[in-house]
């Protein structure tokens, strides 16, 4: 669940309750804010997102894999599956805006698509990313049916696989961002509080 519903309410509820409003009508208003700010708007962003994502990825560079594309020789928007390893394309200057998706190749919130029931992607017949199965071939409709079924357990799967994005933040932040000073030592501290949980 986002945030651990349920924990995050208690402090809004608490504090709603001690300036006299009925528990029960405090519950109800964080569960609808909650519901509005936390579920809502991702379910009705994702056609956004899945838009531009897929318009990025078809319009990627001949010879870049769909796993790790290269757009527009990378100037503003870059992919990476692995941070610390290196923001393909090497050598290239990303100067002013920069755009990065973190994105896992075994991760099927990234791969679903309702394009799996009729199209083959690319990424079947390419080089496999890092965690997937190179013995994966595309069905019309069970390709589909097999990434729909991944999507409920997509974070429940270890740290840089599937859904679950964790260090991965601390490295692509710093190269977004590119904050003045941050030494190696700190980005590693910083890796190691996020992979023990903060």
Not at 118 to 139: H, K
Not at 146 to 152: G, S
Not at 161 to 190: C, K, M, Q, S
């Amino acid at each position: 669940m986002p945030g651990g519903l349920g924990v995050v309410e208690a402090g809004p509820i608490a504090r709603l309750a001690a300036a006299g409003i009925p528990q029960d009508q405090a519950v109800a208003a964080v569960l609808i804010q909650r519901f509005f700010t936390a579920y809502l708007l991702p379910v009705w962003d994702w056609g956004k997102f899945h838009a531009l994502f897929g318009d990025f990825r078809d319009h990627r560079q001949p010879g870049s894999p769909e796993v790790q594309p290269v757009y527009q020789d990378g100037q503003i928007v870059r992919f990476t599956n692995d941070p610390p390893a290196g923001i393909p394309p090497d050598g290239q200057p990303w100067n002013g805006t920069r755009v990065l998706y973190l994105m896992h190749p075994s991760d099927p919130v990234v791969w679903w698509s309702p394009d799996l029931i009729f199209r083959e992607p690319d990424w079947i017949s390419q080089p496999p990313g890092r965690d997937v199965l190179g013995a994966m071939f595309w069905v019309p409709f069970v390709t589909f049916w097999l990434v729909t079924a991944d999507l409920p357990f997509a974070a429940s799967v270890p740290a840089g696989h599937g859904h679950v994005y964790t260090t991965e933040f601390a490295d692509g932040w710093n190269a977004v961002l590119r904050p003045a000073g941050i030494t190696p030592a700190e980005l590693a501290t910083l890796r190691g509080m996020i992979a023990n949980g903060g």
